[in-house]
């Protein structure tokens, strides 16, 4: 397949790194300011180098990948709410065009899904968004083996950055500030955590995955999920849960009554309590009860290996 990147933060230049080795060229990538164009597929190593160098991908107006030669669009440029623009218009533009497309970003998928089905019903195009849910976590092909309508419940650990900080707090008995900072240090959590740490990340893919199982019989927003965060979890909590045999895990849920994420007591030896940075998704099926899905929720090389093996099953 020829792929064409929107987006060329982490998620978006892994996936021009690994697209060779997986059998697929890159014959257009975009930044915000920039975009590099080659029908017989670009060098990745000098769009890498010049991303580093120059601080952008190539000297040719970002719009133009559009007009490149390309099968797939990938869209990996950063989640925005509401609108989810300007990704939906990304989308929009490859779907026009019968284009089929890969989403990283989950604003068109959580924020604007009826929107988007609309555009797929009107193209030849299709629509893939495995790394929207759980990076390198194979979430939506695993729904989409039993059928959504097999899956009653999902249950999740669904933002690294969140588990990492809530792990610490209980094993060191550290306060939440403080692991916050050695996070950030760490690079597990960005500048600005709001999204990992308020639930909003985790809410996201519970919505994406709520859309998914109703099939269009519901449509569900982030406006409509109950959320709560971890910021105010005091240390005092976590010597409390020990006390009782549990830990505080910040928990996605999508059932019956909608999406809801917050703070949860999770016995030690439960499968959802995982540690680190590690993601898990508790998926109920109606014949084969309970099923784990665990690894590398989240990271460059993990969001794309999922993308790249959408654009794979596109393919086949």
Request: glycine letters at 10%; one cysteine or more; aromatic letters at 2%.
């Amino acid at each position: 397949m020829r792929l064409a990147i929107v987006g060329a933060g982490s998620v978006g230049r892994a996936v021009l790194n690994q697209a060779s080795q997986r059998g697929h060229s890159v014959v257009a990538i975009a930044d915000s300011s920039a975009a590099a164009v080659d029908p017989d597929g670009l060098d990745a190593a000098e769009i890498l180098r010049r991303k580093a160098q120059e601080g952008q991908v190539g000297s040719a107006a970002p719009d133009t990948l559009f007009e490149a030669p390309y099968d797939v669009l990938v869209e990996a440029t950063p989640t925005t709410l509401e609108s989810a623009e300007p990704g939906f218009g990304h989308v929009e533009r490859a779907l026009s065009a019968d284009r089929d497309v890969v989403l990283a970003n989950k604003g068109p998928v959580a924020e604007r899904y009826q929107d988007l089905q609309a555009l797929v019903d009107g193209s030849a195009g299709r629509v893939r968004f495995e790394a929207t849910v759980a990076g390198a976590i194979p979430v939506m092909a695993t729904i989409a083996a039993y059928g959504p309508a097999q899956v009653s419940a999902v249950r999740g650990i669904l933002n690294g950055t969140a588990n990492f900080i809530l792990t610490r707090m209980a094993s060191e008995s550290l306060a939440y500030d403080h692991v916050l900072a050695e996070a950030q240090e760490l690079g597990v959590a960005e500048a600005d955590p709001s999204f990992d740490v308020d639930g909003t990340d985790a809410a996201l893919k519970c919505v994406i995955i709520a859309n998914v199982l109703s099939q269009g019989d519901q449509i569900h927003r982030l406006a409509e999920a109950d959320i709560t965060g971890i910021e105010a979890i005091p240390t005092s909590a976590h010597q409390a849960a020990r006390d009782a045999g549990k830990t505080i895990r910040l928990v996605g849920e999508v059932g019956e009554d909608g999406v809801r994420v917050g703070p949860r007591l999770v016995p030690v030896d439960d499968p959802l309590a995982v540690t680190g940075t590690e993601n898990i998704v508790r998926l109920e099926l109606a014949d084969a009860g309970p099923m784990h899905l665990a690894g590398r929720g989240a990271g460059g090389p993990e969001t794309a290996a999922a993308v790249l093996a959408d654009i794979d099953r596109l393919a086949e």
